[in-house]
């Protein structure tokens, strides 16, 4: 009997150690990587820019984690902040995910889309309601601090008379992308970066020349086992890649595996930002 007692003791500690790092230890604790990323037809005057993918931070008030996650993430000095959506856990707290990105600006630009908890309308009604008047608060909130956010449009870095654009798309979890008016005026014969929440539309921007294709939303899977991806992308389309670099046809594209999470529970996937070179190759 003595043996099976020590048995089940051995068992519940382990799961309580296990619970108490996957609540309490891996959420807080962030990883820093770098990548580098080759773009085919990259001008050689953009080879070697720098950009910092930052996604999900899902502030709220009161939420601690958060301001010290971004204050360490503005370690990383570079020529564009890209952030890739859910700025707040619900659009409400915008203006605190505002004051926590304040700090964190690209040399060159910092560019931001909007995910599906910036259009998330508070309601007890059950499906949850997604409001372009929600999106627009969110939006007003960040452009005040200087983050540009793209909303199907796009923008475009210039150097010695070479473009690079940046293709910034609505939420398409939510369905309010559109890569048809995003992709107005764009050369599609040169290559270009493009920027959502999720990754769906990668494989269709990748049609249009863009060679790299940043995103969010996934968390990782936040909870996945040792050398195998989660089991969960809470996407439409599962990509090849819950989350990390991965190629879709021509296309590079990077999910982030996030800052923050609506609920703190990660295993094997911490949150963390990515510091991106592009490389030029022929």
Avoid: K
């Amino acid at each position: 009997m003595l043996p099976l007692l020590s048995a089940g003791a051995v068992a519940a500690g382990t799961v309580a150690a296990l619970w108490t790092y996957a609540t309490r230890v891996e959420p807080l604790w962030p990883r820093w990587e770098a990548l580098d990323v080759p773009i085919r037809g990259l001008s050689p005057v953009f080879d070697g820019l720098t950009l910092l993918h930052v996604s999900d931070l899902h502030a709220r008030r009161r939420n601690w984690r958060g301001w010290q996650l971004a204050e360490w993430a503005r370690r990383f000095p570079v020529d564009v902040v890209c952030i890739t959506g859910d700025f707040g856990d619900e659009p409400a707290d915008a203006d605190v995910a505002a004051r926590l990105l304040e700090p964190l600006r690209g040399r060159l630009a910092t560019l931001a889309v909007l995910g599906n908890h910036d259009y998330h309308a508070v309601s007890p009604v059950w499906p949850p309601r997604f409001t372009e008047s929600a999106a627009r608060g969110v939006a007003s909130a960040l452009a005040a601090t200087g983050i540009r956010v793209l909303d199907n449009e796009s923008v475009a870095l210039e150097r010695d008379g070479a473009l690079l654009p940046f293709i910034g798309l609505g939420d398409p979890h939510t369905f309010h992308d559109s890569v048809d008016r995003a992709y107005r005026g764009v050369d599609t014969t040169q290559p270009s970066i493009a920027l959502a929440h999720s990754w769906e539309p990668a494989p269709e921007c990748d049609r249009r020349g863009t060679q790299f294709f940043i995103a969010g939303h996934t968390h990782g899977g936040q909870v996945c086992l040792p050398g195998r991806d989660a089991p969960v992308s809470n996407t439409h389309r599962r990509p090849d890649r819950v989350g990390g670099l991965f190629r879709t046809g021509s296309c590079w594209v990077h999910i982030s595996q996030g800052i923050g999470q609506t609920h703190a529970l990660r295993f094997f996937t911490r949150p963390g930002v990515t510091r991106i070179t592009l490389r030029a190759v022929a």
